[in-house]
């Protein structure tokens, strides 16, 4: 069974549903790319997907450990090649981290290394630079 059905709406727009809840979203091409930008890119969706995965596996991994990491925040910068083929270059992902009790190095590691080896994080092509800080707060 498909997971996403996608309708080009025409004016470099699509219009996106994941069918197993119904929820929609919108794409626009980006302004530097003949579009405009009056929604997330495709290519921010790689950038926006590549940040939630790794705060979702890293809360995940803490609820197993009785840890919680609501309020935790992740910001993504996306950086785009200078020179043919279009294509993203680097993600720069600062991952701000708060949790409900002191962790010490071990659990600490634990989660870091999870960020790391997210799904989307590992589906990348090895091209794309991954810049990762992660804080502690």
């Not at 609820?63 to 910068?77: F, H, M, P, Y």
């Not at 020179?83 to 270059?89: G, K």
């Given at each position: ?123 990348l092509h090895p091209d ?10």
């Amino acid at each position: 069974m498909p997971t996403v059905k996608t309708t080009y709406l025409g004016e470099l727009r699509t219009e996106s549903t994941h069918l197993q809840s119904g929820n929609q979203l919108i794409t626009d091409a980006p302004t530097d790319n003949m579009g405009k930008g009056e929604a997330f890119s495709p290519t921010d969706l790689v950038a926006t997907a590549t940040g939630t995965c790794m705060l979702t596996t890293m809360a995940i991994v803490a609820q197993r450990d009785g840890i919680e990491l609501a309020g935790s925040e992740v910001e993504v910068t996306k950086i785009m090649s200078q020179t043919p083929p279009r294509r993203i270059a680097r993600l720069e992902i600062n991952l701000k981290m708060k949790t409900n009790v002191a962790l010490d190095d071990a659990h600490i590691k634990k989660l870091e290394n999870t960020a790391h080896k997210c799904p989307v994080s590992l589906s990348l092509h090895p091209d794309v630079e991954q810049v990762i800080d992660i804080q502690w707060l």
